[in-house]
Every structure is written in C-alpha cells, then in structure tokens.
C-alpha cells in the first residue's frame, strides 16, 4: 500500500502561484508513475502532470504547459506541483496520485493510489 498526503492550497489572486506538495509513504519501492489531477466542481477529474519516478521525465495537460512544473525529491518521497500564472479556471481539488505502471502517464485508471486532495482557489 501507498499512503499519499498532499498539501499547500490555498486562495490566491489570478496571476499568483501556488505549490502543491505530495509526500508519499508506505510500500513506495516500485513506484513508477506520480500524478496531479484536478476536479473542479461538476466536472470530470482531469489530467494535469505526471512524471516518472526514477527517471524524471515528465508530461503536462496542454491547459497547464508552461506555467506549471511537476518536480520530486527522491531522498524525501515528495513530489511537488510549482503553479505560476494562476487563472480562475484552474480553481480545483487538486489531488495527487501514484501508479505502479512505468510513466509518466495521463489516464486516470492507470493510477492505484490517491491523495485526499487539497483545494485550490483562484479569484479574478
């Protein structure tokens, strides 16, 4: 099993930042894939970053390129979401996830393991 505790929502104005953290615990050997989705009220849970554990390497939602960045810290088992350029639609329970297929990865039911999530809030 693989507990995930994500943390660091908040309200910020549009054009603020935000970073999301996501520590992980538990059986996190063999972990490939770590994830952030969002849910915003009445919507489907979308797709935002994804990275691969070990190697790094990452994939990004068109709707977050360039102003987000997915980062980890191996030695502490956190990965991070750095949110610049805020805008009131990215305003979403933000939760975290991890998988044990080889990623980065966007679909959703690759995932095994989520986070209780963290609530996000952008006003205009």
């Known amino acids: 099993q693989v507990q995930l505790v994500e943390s660091g929502g908040g309200l910020v104005q549009a054009g603020g930042s935000l970073r999301l953290s996501c520590a992980a615990s538990?059986?996190?050997?063999?972990?490939?894939?770590m994830g952030w989705f969002r849910q915003a009220p009445g919507k489907e849970r979308e797709f935002v970053a994804s990275?691969?554990?070990?190697?790094?390497?990452?994939l990004y939602a068109d709707s977050v390129k360039g102003r987000f960045t997915i980062s980890r810290d191996n030695a502490e088992n956190t990965m991070y979401l750095q949110m610049n350029s805020l805008k009131p639609e990215d305003t979403a329970v933000y939760y975290c996830?991890?998988?044990?297929?080889?990623?980065?990865?966007?679909?959703?039911?690759?995932?095994?393991?989520w986070g209780q999530g963290t609530q996000v809030t952008v006003s205009s």
């Open positions: 538990g059986r996190t050997f063999g972990t490939y894939a």
């Open positions: 996830a991890a998988s044990k297929v080889p990623g980065p990865m966007s679909i959703r039911s690759g995932y095994g393991y």
């Open positions: 990275l691969h554990w070990r190697a790094g390497s990452t």
